[in-house]
């Protein structure tokens, strides 16, 4: 699986978008990206995923650049309840070992009130 | 649906003791999975399991073991607890299709192990 990097924390003011940025410039062409946040003492919680467009849904949009090298999670309207770590996970499609999620240490996003 | 539940929620382990981590799901996930996350860093793959009857290590197993011997059920056992075990464990499970769907992972909410 490819490596990924990201900002270790970053603040946003309640009700702004936040942009969390996520490097995976290793990555390969049917390699996913997927989007994971876990909210403090709880376990992860998948938010959205996508191969090479962008992708939308109820959570947040992510953005992948064409080069397929870096990517955005987007969450258009933060709120206190979005604090979180981020997780930016990229992996295999299918099953068995390529299921696996490799967890990097994310981004902690303080939403500011 | 209950999703993925674990019991213990929280047990302290004196050296050397043992006991089992439980984790049932009820989703009818053919994958499962057991992680530890230790303060300030992301989660560490112990073992998985891609059926019932089958299961395989990840990237840290030593000192663990599992079996899986139900669609449903995933136990984690600790033979000799050790300092070095202390951590919160969580257990997740997956549908498993080899298409390229969500296929998330979805996790219960952990068990917060303390070996003294």
């Known amino acids: 699986d490819a490596k990924t990097t990201q900002p270790p924390s970053m603040d946003c003011a309640e009700g702004r978008a936040a942009n969390l940025p996520c490097n995976h410039s290793t990555i390969s062409g049917n390699e996913y990206v997927y989007w994971y946040r876990q909210i403090h003492s709880q376990g992860p919680q998948y938010i959205i995923h996508?191969?090479?467009n962008n992708e939308t849904n109820e959570m947040a949009s992510l953005i992948i650049t064409e080069d397929r090298k870096s990517s955005t999670l987007i969450l258009p309207h933060a709120t206190l309840r979005d604090t979180a770590v981020y997780y930016c996970i990229v992996r295999g499609r299918g099953g068995g070992a390529t299921n696996k999620l490799i967890f990097g240490t994310g981004t902690l996003l303080a939403v500011q009130p | 649906n209950a999703g993925v539940t674990q019991t213990p929620k929280f047990r302290i382990l004196k050296i050397g003791q043992s006991m089992t981590l439980q984790c049932t799901q009820d989703m009818n996930h053919n994958y499962m999975y057991w992680y530890r996350q230790d303060p300030g860093m992301g989660l560490k793959l112990i073992y998985y399991?891609?059926?019932?009857?089958?299961?395989d290590k990840g990237e840290v197993p030593n000192g663990y073991n599992v079996s899986r011997s139900t669609t449903e059920d995933f136990p984690l056992r600790l033979e000799l607890a050790a300092p070095s075990q202390t951590s919160v464990y969580f257990c997740?499970?997956?549908?498993?299709?080899?298409?390229?769907?969500?296929?998330?992972?979805?996790f219960g909410p952990g068990t917060r192990l303390t070996v003294l």
């Open positions: 997740a499970s997956s549908p498993g299709t080899s298409a390229p769907a969500r296929n998330e992972q979805f």
């Open positions: 996508g191969l090479k």
């Open positions: 399991s891609v059926g019932a009857g089958i299961t």
